[in-house]
């Protein structure tokens, strides 16, 4: 609110001191003065404006904090310019421009959660390679390879799914993101999460590189996209995808993984949109060897493969181990409607 921005004008000269600054809308016709580069937006003409640079008073800032509506517009140097800030956050802030480089005026940053109007390489980050412990970033504006950051050493937390950053899961080798414990990608990285393949013939040789890489990394990945194989498909666009017969089962063009006691394996199946429910599987790719019957995880092992064969439904495609070809799916269908 105005009252809010006028307490905090008299903070810059009261408390220069201050750590900790949010930046949120200021209700009425009222908005910061415009930054660099503004967008023009006729029904703010004539609100009153307020001036933004009392806050580069505040030399000791640690946290701030821009929200959802702050009526910022264009660029604004001003912003970051805190040698000492740690945290960074700014949400939906969609007039406000900001590019990934001018972040090198925070040398100590730990934090950086981004949800706005942000744009550049993510190379522009390395400057602040041995600060940063969390990179949240929304912004299709923002490209690069993500394993310009595998060197990262503190970084325990990556999440850049609203990107346009590039590269592969199976690039990720042993030493890379010593720290990491949770890695979020955008589907333009093979293997990220809503990645598209485009042959069906792509995926066994991928999930066995996958297969690999989580025995190194087990725990970075979600947990919760885990049983959906992070929403992977075989994209619309494939030499291999055909279009569901009428009132038949849908093509098994989804991925699922599938974990019985300690052993895990994949399978194509067909995502039905309306229950949300894995409405038919093919067989079952296994990428651990089944466990020993006097091993004593056998009994556990068992009990997932008989709960499988009554909730998962193989019948349909059965022997199958990949999507039947576009014929073979079309001969099914009318067996299934002569029976």
Same mark, same amino acid.
């Given at each position: 609110s105005v009252g809010t921005y006028n307490a905090m004008r008299a903070m810059s000269t009261a408390l220069p001191n201050l750590q900790q600054l $949010? &930046?949120?809308y200021l209700y009425g016709e009222n908005k910061y003065i415009d930054g660099d580069d503004p967008k023009v937006l006729p029904p703010r003409a004539n609100w009153t404006s307020h001036? /933004?640079?009392?806050? !580069?008073?505040? =030399? *000791? &800032?640690r946290a701030l904090s821009i929200g959802e509506a702050a009526p910022l517009n264009g660029r604004y140097p001003v912003l970051f310019n805190f040698p000492l800030l740690q945290r960074l956050s700014v949400s939906r802030c969609i007039h406000l421009k900001l590019e990934l480089h001018i972040l090198a005026s925070f040398p100590l940053l730990k934090e950086l959660n981004l949800n706005c109007n942000v744009s550049g390489n993510l190379s522009s980050l =390395?400057? &602040?390679?041995?600060s940063l412990e969390i990179i949240v970033i929304r912004g299709r504006s923002v490209r690069g390879d993500y394993m310009g950051l595998a060197d990262f050493h503190n970084l325990k937390r990556l999440d850049i799914t609203g990107t346009n950053v590039t590269g592969d899961v199976r690039s990720i080798s042993e030493h890379d993101f010593p720290a990491l414990k949770s890695l979020a990608l955008p589907y333009n990285v093979v293997g990220g999460e809503q990645y598209e393949f485009e042959r069906i013939s792509d995926v066994p040789s991928f999930m066995q590189d996958f297969h690999l890489l989580l025995q190194r990394t087990p725990s970075i990945f979600n947990k919760y996209l885990f049983p959906a194989a992070f929403n992977w498909c075989l994209s619309d666009q494939s030499p291999d995808w055909y279009d569901r017969e009428e009132d038949s089962p849908l093509p098994p063009f989804d991925l699922q993984f599938i974990l019985a006691g300690p052993r895990l394996g994949w399978s194509w199946c067909s995502l039905d949109s309306d229950s949300d429910d894995f409405e038919r !599987? %093919? +067989? /079952? *790719?296994? &990428?651990?060897? +089944?466990? $020993?019957? +006097? $091993? %004593?995880?056998?009994?556990?092992? *068992?009990w997932h493969v008989q709960f499988l064969k009554l909730h998962q439904n193989f019948n349909f495609y059965r022997g199958y181990h990949q999507p039947p070809s576009e014929h073979q799916y079309h001969r099914m269908c009318v067996e299934r409607e002569l029976r």
């Open positions: $949010s &930046l949120q001036d /933004i640079n009392i806050i !580069s008073r505040f =030399r *000791n &800032l =390395r400057m &602040l390679k041995d !599987s %093919c +067989e /079952i *790719n296994w &990428l651990d060897p +089944e466990p $020993s019957a +006097e $091993s %004593c995880v056998y009994d556990t092992y *068992n």
